[in-house]
T-cell receptor, first 117, second 111 residues
């Protein structure tokens, strides 16, 4: 299957700082990437859809100024958690679809665990 | 009512058993159906991907989709302790529309 790489896999930061997480599609181009948040023992919560060359589409209740998404190329999307607070501590996962207009098949990164002290 | 319903488990079975995991859904627009396996603190791994109704087999895994009943299943034959994980069903109308996930079923295969 297609490979999606996410970095860093875990990060610890102080409250008030910003953290950037990268999501790369290694063997395919992705015009669309997705960012999810997962709480312990819960399913994936879609945060936003990242579109190459245009603004991200955020789900209801997700603060776009807090979670900055940039999709600068067909293989890279970044999520920046700005002015992080302890309640932002979570497991963040990205996913991508190969090709344009492709079907629902999604491939996921390994996830990034953020701990805000 | 949630768009996708999945029993959270946990489901415990002895090694070698046949495991049946299921999801029901309410959105008749769903055309593409996926099963993901997620180990603790890891990203989901795509196991099976099917389009519309029918069966698909890959090794010990069989995915079934019954669109008339809005019901999908994943069967695992000869289950192994390494199959212990959370299994997520997911579905989409296709194209650029978002994928909707079930809450996941935690499976434990006991040696």
């Amino acid at each position: 299957g297609a490979v999606v790489s996410q970095h860093p896999s875990w990060v610890i930061c102080k409250s008030g700082t910003s953290v950037k997480i990268e999501c790369r599609s290694l063997d395919f181009q992705a015009t669309t990437m997705f960012w999810y948040r997962q709480f312990p023992k819960q399913s994936l919560m879609l945060m936003a859809t990242s579109n190459e060359g245009s603004k991200a589409t955020y789900e209801q209740g997700v603060e776009k100024d807090k979670f900055l998404i940039n999709h600068a190329s067909l293989t890279l999307s970044t999520l920046t958690v700005t002015s992080a607070h302890p309640e932002d501590s979570s497991f963040y996962i990205c996913s991508a679809r190969p090709g344009e207009g492709s079907t629902g098949e999604l491939f996921f990164g390994e996830g990034s665990r953020l701990t805000v002290l | 009512q949630k768009e996708v319903e999945q029993d959270p488990g946990p489901l415990s079975v002895p090694e070698g058993a046949i495991v049946s995991l299921n999801c029901t859904y309410s959105n008749s627009a769903f055309q593409y159906f996926m099963w993901y396996r997620q180990y603790s603190r890891k990203g989901p791994e795509l196991l099976m991907y099917t389009y519309s109704s029918g069966n698909k087999e890959d090794g010990r895994f069989t995915a079934q989709v019954d669109k008339s009943s809005k019901y999908i299943s994943l069967f695992i034959r000869d289950s192994q302790p390494s199959d212990s994980a959370t299994y997520l069903c997911a579905m989409s109308p296709g194209g650029y529309q978002k994928v909707t996930f079930g809450t996941g079923t935690k499976l434990q295969v006991i040696p």
